[in-house]
């Protein structure tokens, strides 16, 4: 069972940056299985969840189109962490931010982030 623990969410005026972060841990040590993609969904009030960006061990990137220039994913392998870097951020991009990992995403999920974008 892999353990997902995201942070740093919060409010943040439009134009601005955050930088969310997941660790992954687990009962005994997690399997690089659980950890071949780890990413990013996001759920907006109302609305479904959907992919925001996923990388996976291999470097293979997957970013959706509305954050593309953006939104930069990366991840510390060694330190079973990734990171979603948020620059000019909009208020549509107000959701929780929730983390994935597995040998496909959506595998694991974390808890959730709260991001707010005022205008």
């Known amino acids: 069972q892999v353990h997902l623990v995201e942070s740093g969410g919060g409010l943040v005026q439009a134009d601005g940056s955050l930088r969310l972060s997941c660790v992954a841990s687990g009962s005994g040590s997690v399997s690089a299985f659980s950890l071949n993609v780890m990413g990013w969904y996001r759920q907006a009030p109302g609305k479904q969840r959907e992919l925001v960006a996923t990388l996976t061990r291999g470097g293979r990137t997957n970013i959706v189109d509305s954050v593309k220039g953006r939104f930069t994913i990366s991840r510390d392998n060694a330190k079973k962490t990734v990171y979603l870097q948020m620059n000019n951020l909009k208020p549509e991009d107000t959701a929780i931010y929730y983390c994935?990992?597995?040998?496909?995403?959506?595998?694991?999920w974390g808890q959730g982030t709260q991001v707010t974008v005022s205008s």
């Open positions: 994935t990992s597995g040998i496909n995403a959506g595998d694991y």
